[in-house]
């Protein structure tokens, strides 16, 4: 079992930055496959950025450029540098992790609120 503890969400004007993170409990975090996705009503949860155990990155079109993922396995944690925010990015954002057997785990959300 792996439990994920989100942090960092908030509101913010347009043009700003927040930077999310996760932190992660059980498990082997240096073997996951981590990720971030986000969630509005109505819609259905989707991929934001996610970051191989070796390290390999990749992002949705929306967010290239504006965001970047990155872990610490020291620290069982990882991290969405969110910059240059606009409305649209307004969400739930979820971690998520997917252990070496395939297990999958997510986190409880935090809120991201982009106001223009």
């Known amino acids: 079992q792996v439990q994920l503890v989100e942090s960092g969400g908030g509101l913010v004007q347009a043009g700003g930055s927040l930077r999310l993170s996760c932190v992660a409990s059980g498990g082997i975090f240096s073997k996951n496959t981590m990720g971030w996705y986000r969630q509005v009503p109505g819609k259905q949860r989707e991929l934001v950025a996610r970051i191989s155990s070796g390290g390999s990155t990749n992002y949705a079109d929306s967010v290239k450029g504006r965001f970047t993922i990155s872990r610490d396995n020291a620290k069982n944690g990882v991290y969405l540098q969110m910059n240059s925010l606009q409305p649209e990015d307004t969400a739930v954002y979820y971690c998520?992790?997917?252990?070496?057997?395939?297990?999958?785990?997510w986190g409880q959300g935090t809120q991201v609120t982009v106001s223009s």
């Open positions: 998520n992790a997917i252990t070496a057997s395939g297990g999958r785990y």
